[in-house]
T-cell receptor, first 114, second 114 residues
Framework: AQSVAQPEDQVNVAEGNPLTVKCTYSVSGNPYLFWYVQYPNRGLQFLLKYITGDNLVKGSYGFEAEFNKSQTSFHLKKPSALVSDSALYFCAVRDDTGGFKTIFGAGTRLFVKA | AAGVIQSPRHLIKEKRETATLKCYPIPRHDTVYWYQQGPGQDPQFLISFYEKMQSDKGSIPDRFSAQQFSDYHSELNMSSLELGDSALYFC?????????????FGQGTRLTVV
């Protein structure tokens, strides 16, 4: 069965500093990994995905994520955080044996302080 | 660009009433997913449809049913509503071209059961 873990409920970072939001996953087959962001009272917005190929994936708004197969991780990163990045971030996984549903992690709230 | 449309945006119902939520996917998207997000929780997968057929089933209560119509829009029918059904209900759509396609989410319907 698929599962996703986001070990941090909240991440605090100062504006201009690099940020990392952690995600680990467990799947039966090959993983398809996604990051979504959610602003208050809004739907989830797709940021980036890993399907295959380069382990470093670049996405929207300057975000990137690094896929690490040996550590089963897919951490979200940004070199320089903005106050407007403050939101709820969800890691999600789908595998190639478990149908097409996407399973989400519990979410990590990112606070960027000016 | 066209997005996923959900209606209504807000709905207030009394216990034991019924509710119908509607979802209009992005044009040419053939797959629809329904998620339930309780306060402070991650989105929980309910059910999905591909080409008008149920493709995956998650934690959808027996009191709920859903279908996808010939124009690809979907409806989530909820009966015998309970207080615990109060949540944000998201619909998402994608093009089913393998498990690497990301889902695009609507703004959600906030259901309050009183």
């Amino acid at each position: 069965a698929q599962s996703v873990a986001q070990p941090e409920d909240q991440v605090n970072v100062a504006e201009g500093n690099p940020l990392t939001v952690k995600c680990t996953y467990s799947v039966s087959g090959n993983p398809y990994l996604f990051w979504y962001v959610q602003y208050p009272n809004r739907g989830l917005q797709f940021l980036l995905k890993y399907i295959t190929g380069d382990n470093l994936v670049k996405g929207s708004y300057g975000f990137e994520a690094e896929f690490n197969k040996s550590q089963t991780s897919f951490h979200l990163k940004k070199p320089s955080a903005l106050v407007s990045d403050s939101a709820l971030y969800f890691c999600a996984v789908r595998d190639d044996t478990g149908g097409f549903k996407t399973i989400f992690g519990a979410g990590t709230r990112l606070f960027v302080k000016a | 660009a066209a997005g996923v449309i959900q209606s209504p945006r807000h709905l207030i119902k009394e216990k034991r009433e019924t509710a119908t939520l509607k979802c209009y996917p992005i044009p040419r998207h053939d797959t629809v997913y329904w998620y339930q997000q309780g306060p402070g929780q991650d989105p929980q997968f309910l059910i999905s449809f591909y080409e008008k057929m149920q493709s995956d089933k998650g934690s959808i209560p027996d009191r709920f049913s859903a279908q996808q119509f010939s124009d690809y829009h979907s409806e989530l029918n909820m009966s015998s509503l309970e207080l615990g059904d109060s949540a944000l209900y998201f619909c998402a759509s994608s093009v089913r071209q393998g498990r690497g396609t990301e889902a695009f989410f609507g703004q959600g319907t906030r259901l309050t059961v009183v």
